[in-house]
């Protein structure tokens, strides 16, 4: 097998216990070529949380072919002791037992174990570590294949000879001359790694100071922009104390000219609600005064058909005179038969003329019956349709007069408060004024013409019957409310 020379790097890189206190970690391989332990610095583990281990990064150099790497990665793992500091001694808390076969593989592998509690061989917690394998090339031909050299057990009987034979057999001697040069390459990796480290930490200082010099600049602004906002923020507080107290005056003002507000608004609806019932009882008058009227009109009729029955019953007698005249004829003069036929044809034709005449008073009643129900139908709907209109135009006021008074809460932010309140209770007093105007002109004076029109034609025609007189409480009526429409 070809020998080469291995170099390998471990690096703890965190561990996640459920238990709490200053730990450390250590592990030894000898595999690596040295028997001596690595320990890591004192850190705090929190129950539950993941703790990032310090820096503990190992690199080791040995010489070895590839199968006995490979067995030995494969078959011994990486044990790794957590030790918990006490005050007196540290004590073994749990091991982790961790595989370094993912080693044969190029490049840095990420490895975990399972860390075992020492008391009750629980699984207590999670180790994670990184690590590299690399091949350096072949190794000086007099080097042995394994890092480790084998000691051979001696009885106690063997003597200082045979020790001396063993010492000088060649395997000794390559072990010997190993051991020099794993020295020699120590040393060397030490001297390469300490000029690395003042390298590196020579950046550092120079990333530092210029980062500290930057930050203090950084300071320095931000300490200028605060005393700058801090003037400002003074500024503004000043500012915020009058707009307070001016909002405070303006809403003192604008609850006063709320309550205001609220007042009018139940005044105008105590006086809408007043002027509804004034016409709703104005109606209920109309409507008991045609009530009146329908019970006039009916007996109106019943007189006219007890008339015109009386006048069959007369014009049947008069007709059976007439036949009885007819049937004395031959005995009575010519001259006074002839008297009397005119005299019944005159009585016959007045009574037809009478018949007519109540014919046509009974017309003209339904008609005039027909009119004041539609009539009457009419001005109720009209009066609701005004009232409903009336009352719909007073909502819409008031509530323009609120969203006014509610628009006035910005222009009083810009001092404008006062103008806009005087305009606002213009505006009132102007809605106080419109209103008995709308409450006055309830009635066109069109409709009053036709109604008094319609009235004293009703009064004639009644008249004209002569069953009424102008004494009748019916004609007595229909002028008093032709006189109260012509004074409207």
Same mark, same amino acid.
């Given at each position: 097998?070809?020998?080469?020379?291995?170099?390998?790097? /471990?690096?703890?890189?965190?561990?996640?216990?459920?238990?709490?206190?200053?730990?450390?970690?250590?592990?030894?391989?000898?595999?690596?070529?040295?028997?001596?332990?690595?320990?890591?610095?004192?850190?705090?583990?929190?129950?539950?949380?993941?703790?990032?281990?310090?820096?503990?990064?190992?690199?080791?150099?040995?010489?070895?072919?590839?199968?006995?790497?490979?067995?030995?990665?494969?078959?011994?793992?990486?044990?790794?002791?957590?030790?918990?500091?006490?005050?007196?001694?540290?004590?073994? $808390?749990?091991?982790?037992?961790?595989?370094?076969?993912?080693?044969?593989?190029?490049?840095?592998?990420?490895?975990?174990?399972?860390?075992?509690?020492?008391?009750?061989?629980?699984?207590?917690?999670?180790?994670?570590?990184?690590?590299?394998?690399?091949?350096?090339?072949?190794?000086?031909?007099?080097?042995?294949?394994?890092?480790?050299?084998?000691?051979?057990?001696?009885?106690?009987?063997?003597?200082?000879?045979?020790?001396?034979?063993?010492?000088?057999?060649?395997?000794?001697?390559?072990?010997?001359?190993?051991?020099?040069?794993?020295?020699?390459?120590?040393?060397?990796?030490?001297?390469?790694?300490?000029?690395?480290? $003042?390298?590196?930490?020579?950046?550092?200082?120079?990333?530092?100071?210029?980062?500290?010099?930057?930050?203090?600049?950084?300071?320095?602004?931000? %300490?200028?922009?605060?005393?700058?906002?801090?003037?400002?923020?003074?500024?503004?507080?000043?500012?915020?104390?009058?707009?307070?107290?001016?909002?405070?005056?303006? $809403?003192?003002?604008?609850?006063?000219?709320?309550?205001?507000?609220?007042?009018?608004?139940?005044?105008?609806?105590?006086?809408?609600?007043?002027?509804?019932?004034?016409?709703?009882?104005?109606?209920?008058?109309?409507?008991?005064?045609?009530?009146?009227?329908?019970?006039?009109?009916?007996?109106?009729?019943?007189?006219?058909?007890?008339?015109?029955?009386?006048?069959?019953?007369?014009?049947?007698?008069?007709?059976?005179?007439?036949?009885?005249?007819?049937?004395?004829?031959?005995?009575?003069?010519?001259?006074? %038969?002839?008297?009397?036929?005119?005299?019944?044809?005159?009585?016959?034709?007045?009574?037809?003329?009478?018949?007519?005449?109540?014919?046509?008073?009974?017309?003209?009643?339904?008609?005039?019956?027909?009119?004041?129900?539609?009539?009457?139908?009419?001005?109720?709907?009209?009066?609701?349709?005004?009232?409903?209109?009336?009352?719909?135009?007073?909502?819409?006021?008031?509530?323009?007069?609120?969203?006014?008074?509610?628009?006035?809460?910005?222009?009083?932010?810009?001092?404008? /408060?006062?103008?806009?309140?005087?305009?606002?209770?213009?505006?009132?007093?102007?809605?106080?004024?419109?209103?008995?105007?709308?409450?006055?002109?309830?009635?066109?004076?069109?409709?009053?013409?036709?109604? /008094?029109?319609?009235?004293?034609?009703?009064?004639?025609?009644?008249?004209?019957?002569?069953?009424?007189?102008? $004494?009748?409480?019916?004609?007595?009526?229909?002028?008093?409310? %032709?006189?109260?429409?012509?004074?409207?």
């Amino acid at each position: 097998a070809v020998v080469s020379t291995q170099s390998t790097g /471990i690096q703890l890189s965190n561990a996640k216990l459920s238990c709490s206190g200053r730990m450390y970690l250590r592990y030894v391989y000898p595999f690596f070529g040295t028997s001596a332990p690595h320990s890591t610095s004192v850190v705090r583990f929190i129950s539950g949380d993941a703790t990032t281990l310090p820096p503990s990064t190992c690199e080791y150099s040995f010489a070895a072919d590839h199968h006995a790497v490979r067995q030995q990665f494969t078959k011994v793992p990486l044990v790794l002791q957590f030790w918990k500091k006490g005050g007196g001694s540290d004590e073994l $808390e749990g091991t982790a037992v961790v595989s370094l076969s993912p080693l044969l593989n190029p490049g840095l592998q990420r490895m975990s174990g399972k860390v075992i509690s020492k008391h009750d061989e629980s699984t207590v917690g999670e180790v994670q570590i990184e690590g590299w394998l690399e091949n350096r090339g072949a190794a000086p031909r007099h080097v042995i294949t394994e890092p480790s050299r084998r000691k051979n057990t001696v009885d106690d009987e063997e003597d200082e000879d045979t020790e001396l034979t063993e010492r000088q057999k060649p395997e000794y001697r390559a072990a010997l001359e190993l051991e020099l040069w794993k020295e020699q390459q120590q040393e060397q990796f030490l001297r390469e790694l300490e000029e690395k480290g $003042e390298k590196r930490m020579q950046q550092i200082a120079q990333e530092w100071k210029r980062k500290e010099s930057e930050r203090e600049e950084s300071v320095r602004q931000q %300490i200028t922009e605060y005393n700058k906002l801090k003037d400002k923020m003074k500024g503004a507080l000043k500012d915020l104390e009058i707009r307070e107290q001016n909002l405070v005056e303006q $809403e003192r003002k604008l609850v006063l000219s709320k309550e205001d507000l609220a007042r009018e608004r139940t005044r105008l609806t105590t006086d809408i609600r007043e002027a509804s019932r004034r016409m709703e009882e104005e109606f209920e008058h109309k409507l008991r005064l045609q009530k009146q009227k329908l019970a006039g009109l009916e007996k109106l009729n019943r007189d006219l058909k007890n008339q015109v029955e009386e006048a069959e019953r007369s014009l049947e007698k008069r007709t059976a005179e007439l036949a009885a005249a007819r049937e004395s004829q031959l005995a009575a003069p010519s001259t006074r %038969i002839q008297t009397q036929l005119e005299v019944l044809k005159m009585e016959k034709e007045e009574m037809e003329r009478k018949i007519g005449s109540l014919e046509k008073a009974k017309l003209h009643y339904k008609d005039s019956w027909t009119k004041a129900l539609k009539e009457l139908i009419n001005v109720r709907e009209k009066s609701q349709q005004d009232a409903k209109r009336r009352l719909h135009q007073e909502q819409s006021m008031m509530e323009h007069a609120r969203l006014r008074y509610l628009s006035l809460e910005d222009n009083q932010l810009k001092g404008k /408060i006062g103008a806009d309140v005087e305009n606002l209770k213009d505006e009132l007093n102007k809605m106080k004024n419109q209103i008995p105007q709308k409450e006055d002109s309830v009635a066109p004076s069109d409709a009053d013409l036709k109604a /008094i029109e319609r009235l004293v034609e009703e009064r004639n025609s009644l008249l004209n019957t002569g069953v009424y007189n102008k $004494e009748d409480p019916l004609i007595q009526e229909l002028d008093r409310k %032709i006189t109260a429409l012509r004074a409207s």
